[in-house]
């Protein structure tokens, strides 16, 4: 078992920035991948950003070249900076760790943290 508990979200006017921290704890020896997702309002879930075990990163065409995933492998925690956010950036936001490929287990997902960006 694995719990993560994110923090760092706030309101914020478009063209501001946030870093929103995610903490894992528990069986922290099976992660390898470490997210972020988002959902906004009425939408689905969708990727933010990917930080792989290798330390390869995958970010979708919306968060490329505004966000950053980072994180900090001895201490288990993962990062998300954001910058030049946009309205459209509103949502919750939750972290995910997978835990298949050390210990063919699930993933993980924190309870997740709001961002609003104001026009």
């Known amino acids: 078992q694995v719990q993560l508990v994110e923090s760092g979200g706030d309101l914020v006017q478009a063209g501001g920035s946030l870093r929103l921290s995610c903490v894992a704890s528990?069986?922290?020896?099976?992660?390898?991948?470490m997210a972020w997702y988002r959902q906004p309002p009425g939408k689905e879930r969708e990727l933010v950003a990917t930080?792989?075990?290798?330390?390869?990163?995958y970010y979708p065409d919306s968060a490329k070249g505004r966000f950053t995933i980072s994180r900090d492998s001895a201490k288990y925690e993962v990062y998300l900076e954001m910058n030049s956010l946009k309205p459209e950036d509103t949502a919750v936001y939750y972290c995910?760790?997978?835990?298949?490929?050390?210990?063919?287990?699930?993933?993980?997902w924190g309870q997740g943290t709001q961002v609003v960006v104001s026009s």
């Open positions: 930080s792989l075990s290798d330390g390869r990163t």
């Open positions: 528990g069986d922290t020896f099976c992660i390898s991948t």
């Open positions: 995910m760790i997978d835990t298949a490929q050390l210990c063919a287990g699930p993933k993980y």
